[in-house]
């Protein structure tokens, strides 16, 4: 399975990013597709997770701000991020779960937000 991330950047606090995120090598139905971020010294944490029947959740600080979203085949999903704040700067990262398989990642993107 291959997923590649882009859309990342710098930007100011209050602005907007969209990182989208391709999959590619998936052999079984995917169970969700999900994007994680690592910030500097901190855990990675998952940011926004879609799953089957479009059921979505959102870690609580980004709720309102970022919109998750998929393609109809599940091969692609972007995040939507508006009024970004310097606590989102990170590594963002996608990742695909397939039915049968591990969750698998992508190389990150990285997101700057300046104050």
């Known amino acids: 399975v291959q997923l590649q991330a882009s859309g990342g950047g710098l930007v100011q606090a209050g602005g907007s990013l969209r990182l989208s995120c391709s999959v590619s090598g998936i052999t079984f139905s995917v169970q969700s597709l999900a994007w994680y971020r690592q910030a500097p010294a901190k855990q990675r944490e998952l940011v926004a997770i879609i799953k089957k029947g479009d059921r979505t959740d959102y870690e609580e600080s980004v709720k309102g701000r970022f919109t998750i979203s998929r393609d109809d085949r599940w091969r692609a999903t972007s995040l939507q991020m508006n009024n970004l704040q310097p606590d989102d700067t990170g590594l963002y990262y996608c990742?695909?779960?397939?039915?049968?398989?591990?969750?698998?990642r992508g190389q990150g993107t990285l997101v700057t937000v300046s104050s």
């Open positions: 990742y695909v779960k397939e039915y049968l398989r591990e969750a698998a």
